[in-house]
């Protein structure tokens, strides 16, 4: 046995050491040369428009609701399948949440759901979830203003364009767990200057000439510098990631199937997800890998989906009741050695439910 893989953790180089270290020693910590830095290099990889980089994905998405004018009685749909972020934001938007259920194949939220309603929306939030394509040009064509959640699919590309130009705003999150990371942070983009120039107004408070309430939603440049430096490496991290995901491909068990465009080149691969035919093999999956050393988890739990949170009909969300019962995420970052992907495969291939 190989002792302990765990599930997630992050890659932290000697650059990104000596690019925090030249921050510190600059004098200039807070906002400043960095984050105006990293903000131009996203408007340069989505093609234009405008940034604002954040303290965090949840003050993101707060803030793009914000910026798109979304606020007090807008009816703001999102997937139950998520991160409770979304709602959170919704909520300090003043806005009124409504939930809806997912794809069973991708984990996306359902274009068709939302069309069976009849009610007033304003807007949706939809995430790419574990890197797959949320149907961004279908909930546009319903007439929604559409928030592209790529916190979970930073570095994607589906067609030729990177996930998060096509929505009107999107936004990032440099969590920690993210594909990559300044411990925290994020970052709003949309391609209306206007959305991001009341965003940038409403991230700072102080000595300000004219009062509103505003708060303080701002990155330093000690995050802003490790997230550059990471940033430079993007292309390999997306290449490791895809490549581990391959070797997985080849040795889930007979029975278990994967996301439908984990393979799709182009698709960030943020989460490597098993579908299990029922919850019985899931768990004897996990528990077998659990002893071998192998730290899984499920990663999406019944108790968050947004639903339960709010109280509304598990019959409702079929799909998405489904998939927390047969989805397992296998540790899928940079830093595995070959040596520790040989292990995981290698232990996948000798289960037996
Ligand atoms: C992580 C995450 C967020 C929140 O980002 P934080 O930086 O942790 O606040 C929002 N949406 C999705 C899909 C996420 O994965």
Same mark, same amino acid.
């Given at each position: 046995?190989?002792?302990?893989?765990?599930?997630? &953790?992050?890659?932290?180089?000697?650059?990104?050491?000596?690019?925090?270290?030249?921050?510190?020693?600059?004098?200039?910590?807070?906002?400043?040369?960095?984050?105006?830095?990293?903000?131009?290099?996203?408007?340069?990889?989505?093609?234009?428009?405008?940034?604002?980089?954040?303290?965090?994905?949840?003050?993101?998405?707060?803030?793009?609701?914000?910026? !798109?004018?979304?606020?007090?009685?807008?009816?703001?749909?999102?997937?139950?399948?998520?991160?409770?972020?979304?709602?959170?934001?919704?909520?300090?938007?003043?806005?009124?949440?409504?939930?809806?259920?997912?794809?069973?194949?991708?984990?996306?939220?359902?274009?068709?759901?939302?069309? @069976?309603?009849?009610?007033?929306? &304003?807007?949706?939030?939809?995430?790419?979830?574990?890197?797959?394509?949320? #149907?961004?040009?279908?909930?546009?064509?319903?007439?929604?203003?559409?928030?592209?959640?790529?916190? @979970?699919?930073?570095?994607?590309?589906?067609?030729?364009?990177?996930?998060?130009?096509?929505?009107?705003?999107?936004?990032?999150?440099?969590?920690?767990? &993210?594909?990559?990371?300044?411990?925290?942070?994020?970052?709003?983009?949309?391609? %209306?200057?206007?959305?991001?120039?009341?965003?940038?107004?409403?991230?700072?408070?102080?000595?300000?000439?004219?009062?509103?309430?505003?708060?303080?939603?701002?990155?330093?440049?000690? @995050?802003?510098?490790?997230?550059?430096? @990471?940033? /430079?490496?993007?292309?390999?991290?997306?290449?490791?990631?895809?490549?581990?995901? /391959?070797?997985?491909? %080849?040795?889930?068990?007979?029975?278990?199937?994967?996301?439908?465009?984990?393979?799709?080149?182009?698709?960030?691969?943020?989460?490597?997800?098993?579908?299990?035919?029922?919850?019985?093999?899931?768990?004897?999956?996990?528990?077998? !890998? &659990?002893?071998?050393?192998?730290?899984?988890?499920?990663?999406?739990?019944?108790?968050?989906?947004?639903?339960?949170?709010?109280?509304?009909?598990?019959?409702?969300? #079929?799909?998405?009741?489904?998939?927390?019962?047969?989805?397992?995420?296998?540790?899928?970052? #940079?830093?595995?050695?070959?040596?520790?992907?040989?292990?995981?495969?290698?232990?996948?291939?000798?289960?037996?439910?």
């Amino acid at each position: 046995m190989m002792g302990n893989i765990p599930h997630n &953790k992050p890659w932290i180089t000697a650059e990104d050491r000596s690019a925090v270290d030249e921050v510190l020693s600059s004098g200039w910590i807070t906002q400043g040369t960095h984050v105006a830095e990293l903000e131009r290099r996203f408007t340069d990889y989505l093609g234009g428009g405008a940034a604002c980089a954040v303290s965090s994905g949840t003050a993101a998405l707060f803030l793009a609701l914000r910026g !798109l004018g979304i606020g007090p009685t807008d009816v703001v749909i999102l997937p139950t399948y998520t991160c409770s972020a979304l709602l959170n934001a919704v909520y300090m938007a003043g806005a009124v949440p409504y939930i809806v259920d997912v794809l069973r194949d991708s984990f996306v939220i359902n274009p068709a759901a939302i069309e @069976q309603r009849e009610f007033n929306a &304003k807007a949706v939030i939809a995430v790419h979830t574990f890197g797959a394509y949320a #149907p961004i040009q279908a909930l546009s064509a319903q007439g929604l203003i559409v928030i592209e959640d790529c916190c @979970q699919s930073l570095g994607g590309v589906e067609g030729v364009k990177p996930l998060g130009s096509r929505g009107h705003a999107s936004v990032f999150s440099f969590y920690a767990t &993210k594909i990559i990371t300044g411990g925290h942070g994020g970052l709003v983009w949309s391609a %209306q200057e206007q959305v991001i120039d009341r965003i940038r107004d409403y991230r700072e408070f102080d000595c300000r000439e004219f009062y509103y309430p505003r708060f303080n939603f701002q990155l330093t440049d000690i @995050q802003a510098a490790m997230v550059r430096s @990471q940033l /430079q490496r993007l292309d390999d991290i997306i290449i490791r990631r895809a490549s581990i995901a /391959q070797r997985y491909a %080849q040795a889930i068990p007979a029975g278990f199937y994967l996301q439908s465009d984990v393979a799709v080149p182009g698709r960030m691969v943020y989460r490597f997800v098993i579908i299990s035919p029922d919850r019985n093999r899931r768990d004897a999956l996990r528990a077998y !890998l &659990k002893a071998a050393g192998i730290h899984t988890i499920i990663p999406v739990e019944r108790f968050e989906l947004l639903h339960r949170y709010l109280g509304l009909d598990p019959a409702e969300y #079929p799909v998405a009741e489904h998939l927390v019962d047969t989805t397992l995420s296998l540790p899928l970052y #940079p830093t595995l050695t070959e040596v520790e992907v040989n292990y995981i495969c290698s232990t996948l291939e000798r289960f037996h439910a």
